[in-house]
């Protein structure tokens, strides 16, 4: 199985940057997706971002232009640089992982809050 360990959540005022990192551990198995998605109170999870193993990016439209993802194949790792933030990013945010291992299976990241004071 995948274990995913996120970091770099925090309070910010608007307008300033996070950068988020996420670690995936285990063994055997082979990463095809990661991503970073969101929740709100009383909202649904959201996708925020996602990057294929081949670097494939794709955004939702509410952060496009502000936020950038990248990972690193060889450590299994992902970061979501978030700049220009708003006080609606404010959310808890979950790294995810798409990975094979004889079959696809999904996990989840414990989540980190990331707070935006206006």
């Known amino acids: 199985q995948v274990q995913l360990v996120e970091s770099g959540g925090g309070l910010v005022q608007a307008g300033g940057s996070l950068r988020l990192s996420c670690a995936a551990s285990?063994?055997?198995?082979?990463?095809?997706?990661m991503g970073w998605y969101r929740q709100q109170p009383g909202k649904q999870r959201e996708l925020v971002a996602i990057?294929?193993?081949?670097?494939?990016?794709n955004y939702a439209d509410s952060v496009k232009g502000r936020f950038a993802i990248s990972r690193d194949n060889a450590k299994n790792t992902v970061v979501l640089q978030m700049n220009s933030l708003k006080p609606e990013d404010t959310a808890v945010y979950y790294c995810?992982?798409?990975?094979?291992?004889?079959?696809?299976?999904?996990?989840w990241g414990q989540g980190t809050q990331v707070t935006v004071s206006s």
């Open positions: 995810n992982a798409v990975f094979w291992l004889g079959r696809t299976y999904n996990a």
């Open positions: 285990g063994s055997g198995f082979r990463i095809d997706f």
């Open positions: 990057i294929s193993s081949g670097g494939s990016e």
